[in-house]
Every structure is written in structure tokens, then in C-alpha cells.
């Protein structure tokens, strides 16, 4: 039986980096037009702006907003997926891994959603890490009907005429918007003790409150496409014994994902919503979560293919090393922007929608130059090294000392 350890940098599979790389550029954007801005806290709808603004705002929305989220959950489905492989190949034992890495994702979350920032997903990926063992011993039928079944489902009962306030009113007493602006008022504050208390309530009304009855079976549903993806070793190779599927992903995704686009902007606009019943609420929701799913497969798709050609596979290549420390690029995410619009930092208002996307491309630009010179010298980046370290239970190699990069 041999020692299990991290993978190696001869062992990744640049795809994937290149993947977890342009899903954290998505988590940016999104994360800093929306939240981090405090955006969804503004009293009453926003100003239209100009043109370059709106069409910053249709960009979000229709191009990153929830794809980016989804590409990250089907990455970590994939990641467990070959965990388990590598284990069975090396004839390990990974449970005790697995769990040790699922209870120090949580505390490193809970330690990120106090002392940063609410919008943390690490968490809530860890709570719902734990229900991916119920498929271990499944068929990947199963697994997919499973997962389609938990974007369904949720969005069934949510159709229930005000079950979003009978659900969320099972652990808050209030309603969700109370809650946001009590938020708003101490992070524009600075008051670190109030901060570290709203966010832990914020945290707790999205995870926690009526969110669980959607937010974690989503989670779930997309761990467990990409632990599909992952049994079936789709990314073997970079993908390249895979291409006929690939190239099935981009074309389907983009078939499937076109018409949940028209009827978003559709909704948006008010030309079809609840006014229109029930019934066509719920089919609207369903199709624009299909159409997310279409959506991400075709971005997947592009990737794969594009990454078969040198001069793409070189151009692309400069998103790995944000891919290979995600955690880390994620947390000083965090500590960037709550640094310009908390009290404790710049207390920046919330800037137009441009202003957001132009911010959150030089923030990148600048995490992508500092992920390439860190990787020059560290195997991993720092949040990844204290991670593995505490699941390895002992202190991981850090130096690259000589190793091929």
C-alpha cells in the first residue's frame, strides 16, 4: 500500500486548471458586481445607466451569473471522483481522507465567513460533500437521474404559492431583507465585532434558512455530474480520448442553453413571469436551470477542444496557476474587495455595473501574475498548503526544490 499524498504537479491535468481558472475569474465578477459591492443590499432598483453599463449588466447575467458557481461544483464532484480513483489504483483506504478534507473545508469557511466575508461557498460545499457518499456505492444512471432530480425538485416546491416564506421562517423570525440591511449598515460601518455577527447571520439565512431547501440539492445535483464526469475519466489525457464528447457538450450545450437565455430576458423584462400562473413560472425556472447546465457543458466543451491545439493549449495555459490555488485565489479575493467596501477599507460606494467588471479584471489580472510567480517557487499555494497539510496530518513540502514544473 503506498503513502497517499497530494497530486503532483506531473500528475495535474492542465484542463482542469484552466477550467478552475476561468470558473474564478466567473466567482469574481460575479461575486464583485452582486455582493461584495453590496449591490443586493441598494434601497429600491438601480439607476439604468448608460449603455456600457447595461450591457456590463446583460454580460453578468446572461454570461457568468451562476456558471461559474456550477463549473466550481462539478469540478469538486470530479475532484472526489478521482480521489477515489487514485486510492483504488494505490490500494489506499481515502475515507478518512475524504472526511478529514470535508471538516477542514468547514472550518475554513466558517473561519473565512467570519473574519472576511459572508460570501463564502467553502462551507456549504463541505456540508454537502458528506452527501456524495450516499452514491459511492451507485450506478452513474443513478447518479444522473439523481442529479437532475435535485434541480428539479427544489424548484417544484418553490413554485408553492409563498413557500419561500413559510421555508425561510423556520429559522428566522423576520424577513430576508432585515437581515441584508442590518448587514449593509455594519459593513459600511467598519465595527469588525457587528461585522463578524452579520455575517455569520447572513451566512446562516442563505445556507441554512429556506436556501437549503434549493441551495444545497443544487450543490448536490451538480457534485454529482461532475463525479460522473470524473468515474468515466472524461479528462484523461486532457480530454483528448474524450473529443467526440466534448465536442457533443459545446453543440448540445449551446442548443440547449439559447432558449432559457431568450426566456430570461424575457422574465427580466416582465414579459413572462408569475403574473402568468404558476404553471408557467415553474416551467420557465426549469428550462433556465437546464439551460444553466447547457450553458456550463458548452463552456466545457470549448475548453477541452481548444485545449487539443498548441497555440491555444499556450494561451489558455495562463489561467493554470490560478487553477492550482483556488482556495488561495478565492480568499484574497475576498480580502481585496471587503477591503474597498467595508469600513475597515475604503468604504468605496457601490460603483456602476463597468466600473464592477473593469475592477474585477485588473484584480484578476494582477492574481494571475502573482499565482505565475508564486508556482515558481511553491508547490501549492498557501490556503492549499495549510489545507492539505491538516488533512494529511502532516506538515506538506512547500518548496518546489528542483521538482519538473
Same mark, same amino acid.
Given at each position: 500500500?503506498?503513502?497517499?499524498?497530494?497530486?503532483?504537479?506531473?500528475?495535474?491535468?492542465?484542463?482542469?486548471?484552466?477550467?478552475?481558472?476561468?470558473?474564478?475569474?466567473?466567482?469574481?465578477?460575479?461575486?464583485?458586481?452582486?455582493?461584495?459591492?453590496?449591490?443586493?443590499?441598494?434601497?429600491?432598483?438601480?439607476?439604468?445607466?448608460?449603455?456600457?453599463?447595461?450591457?456590463?449588466?446583460?454580460?453578468?447575467?446572461?454570461?457568468?451569473?451562476?456558471?461559474?458557481?456550477? /463549473?466550481?461544483? %462539478? *469540478?469538486? &464532484?470530479?475532484?472526489?471522483? +478521482? @480521489?477515489?480513483?487514485?486510492?483504488?489504483?494505490?490500494? !489506499? $483506504?481515502?475515507?478518512?481522507?475524504?472526511?478529514?478534507?470535508?471538516?477542514?473545508?468547514?472550518?475554513?469557511?466558517?473561519?473565512?465567513?467570519?473574519?472576511?466575508?459572508?460570501?463564502?461557498?467553502?462551507?456549504?460545499?463541505?456540508?454537502?460533500?458528506?452527501?456524495?457518499?450516499?452514491?459511492?456505492?451507485?450506478?452513474?444512471?443513478?447518479?444522473?437521474?439523481?442529479?437532475?432530480?435535485?434541480?428539479?425538485?427544489?424548484?417544484?416546491?418553490?413554485?408553492?404559492?409563498?413557500?419561500?416564506?413559510?421555508?425561510?421562517?423556520?429559522?428566522?423570525?423576520?424577513?430576508?431583507?432585515?437581515?441584508?440591511?442590518?448587514?449593509?449598515?455594519?459593513?459600511?460601518?467598519?465595527?469588525?465585532?457587528?461585522?463578524?455577527?452579520?455575517?455569520?447571520?447572513?451566512?446562516?439565512?442563505?445556507?441554512?434558512?429556506?436556501?437549503?431547501?434549493?441551495?444545497?440539492?443544487?450543490? /448536490?445535483?451538480? %457534485? *454529482?455530474? &461532475?463525479?460522473?464526469?470524473? +468515474? @468515466?475519466?472524461?479528462?484523461?489525457?486532457?480530454?483528448? !480520448? $474524450?473529443?467526440?464528447?466534448?465536442?457533443?457538450?459545446?453543440?448540445?450545450?449551446?442548443?440547449?442553453?439559447?432558449?432559457?437565455?431568450?426566456?430570461?430576458?424575457?422574465?427580466?423584462?416582465?414579459?413572462?413571469?408569475?403574473?402568468?400562473?404558476?404553471?408557467?413560472?415553474?416551467?420557465?425556472?426549469?428550462?433556465?436551470?437546464?439551460?444553466?447546465?447547457?450553458?456550463?457543458?458548452?463552456?466545457?466543451?470549448?475548453?477541452?477542444?481548444?485545449?487539443?491545439?498548441?497555440?491555444?493549449?499556450?494561451?489558455?495555459?495562463?489561467?493554470?496557476?490560478?487553477?492550482?490555488?483556488?482556495?488561495?485565489?478565492?480568499?484574497?479575493?475576498?480580502?481585496?474587495?471587503?477591503?474597498?467596501?467595508?469600513?475597515?477599507?475604503?468604504?468605496?460606494?457601490?460603483?456602476?455595473?463597468?466600473?464592477?467588471?473593469?475592477?474585477?479584471?485588473?484584480?484578476?489580472?494582477?492574481?494571475?501574475?502573482?499565482?505565475? *510567480?508564486?508556482?515558481?517557487?511553491?508547490?501549492?499555494?498557501?490556503?492549499?498548503?495549510?489545507?492539505?497539510?491538516?488533512?494529511?496530518?502532516?506538515?506538506?513540502?512547500?518548496?518546489?526544490?528542483?521538482?519538473?514544473?
Amino acid at each position: 500500500m503506498g503513502e497517499l499524498a497530494p497530486v503532483t504537479p506531473r500528475e495535474r491535468i492542465a484542463t482542469l486548471d484552466v477550467l478552475r481558472g476561468f470558473a474564478m475569474l466567473g466567482v469574481l465578477l460575479a461575486n464583485l458586481y452582486e455582493l461584495y459591492s453590496l449591490r443586493f443590499a441598494l434601497d429600491g432598483p438601480e439607476p439604468p445607466g448608460g449603455v456600457l453599463d447595461r450591457l456590463a449588466s446583460s454580460f453578468i447575467m446572461v454570461v457568468v451569473a451562476s456558471k461559474a458557481q456550477t /463549473l466550481l461544483t %462539478f *469540478l469538486f &464532484g470530479f475532484g472526489f471522483a +478521482a @480521489q477515489l480513483l487514485r486510492a483504488e489504483a494505490r490500494g !489506499d $483506504h481515502v475515507m478518512p481522507i475524504y472526511l478529514r478534507r470535508l471538516i477542514a473545508l468547514l472550518v475554513i469557511g466558517w473561519l473565512h465567513v467570519l473574519l472576511l466575508s459572508w460570501v463564502d461557498v467553502t462551507w456549504g460545499y463541505a456540508l454537502t460533500g458528506f452527501f456524495l457518499l450516499l452514491f459511492l456505492r451507485s450506478s452513474n444512471r443513478t447518479r444522473v437521474i439523481a442529479a437532475f432530480a435535485l434541480t428539479i425538485v427544489p424548484l417544484v416546491i418553490y413554485a408553492i404559492p409563498d413557500a419561500w416564506r413559510i421555508l425561510n421562517g423556520i429559522l428566522f423570525d423576520r424577513p430576508r431583507d432585515a437581515y441584508i440591511h442590518e448587514y449593509a449598515a455594519a459593513a459600511r460601518s467598519g465595527d469588525r465585532f457587528a461585522i463578524m455577527h452579520h455575517h455569520a447571520v447572513l451566512a446562516a439565512l442563505w445556507t441554512l434558512g429556506g436556501a437549503v431547501f434549493w441551495y444545497l440539492p443544487w450543490l /448536490l445535483g451538480r %457534485f *454529482l455530474l &461532475g463525479y460522473v464526469a470524473g +468515474a @468515466q475519466r472524461w479528462f484523461d489525457r486532457e480530454g483528448a !480520448d $474524450h473529443l467526440p464528447l466534448f465536442r457533443k457538450l459545446f453543440g448540445y450545450g449551446a442548443l440547449v442553453a439559447l432558449p432559457p437565455i431568450v426566456l430570461g430576458v424575457l422574465a427580466q423584462t416582465g414579459v413572462v413571469g408569475r403574473q402568468h400562473g404558476i404553471a408557467v413560472s415553474l416551467i420557465v425556472a426549469i428550462l433556465r436551470q437546464l439551460g444553466l447546465l447547457g450553458q456550463v457543458a458548452m463552456y466545457v466543451g470549448i475548453v477541452v477542444i481548444l485545449m487539443q491545439r498548441a497555440t491555444w493549449r499556450r494561451l489558455l495555459g495562463i489561467l493554470a496557476p490560478v487553477g492550482r490555488m483556488p482556495l488561495t485565489t478565492y480568499l484574497i479575493q475576498s480580502l481585496i474587495c471587503t477591503s474597498l467596501f467595508y469600513g475597515w477599507g475604503l468604504a468605496w460606494s457601490t460603483p456602476p455595473p463597468a466600473t464592477c467588471i473593469g475592477l474585477a479584471l485588473a484584480i484578476f489580472a494582477v492574481q494571475i501574475a502573482a499565482s505565475h *510567480l508564486w508556482l515558481r517557487w511553491f508547490r501549492f499555494g498557501p490556503a492549499e498548503w495549510v489545507w492539505r497539510s491538516v488533512v494529511y496530518w502532516r506538515r506538506q513540502p512547500m518548496r518546489v526544490a528542483g521538482e519538473q514544473r
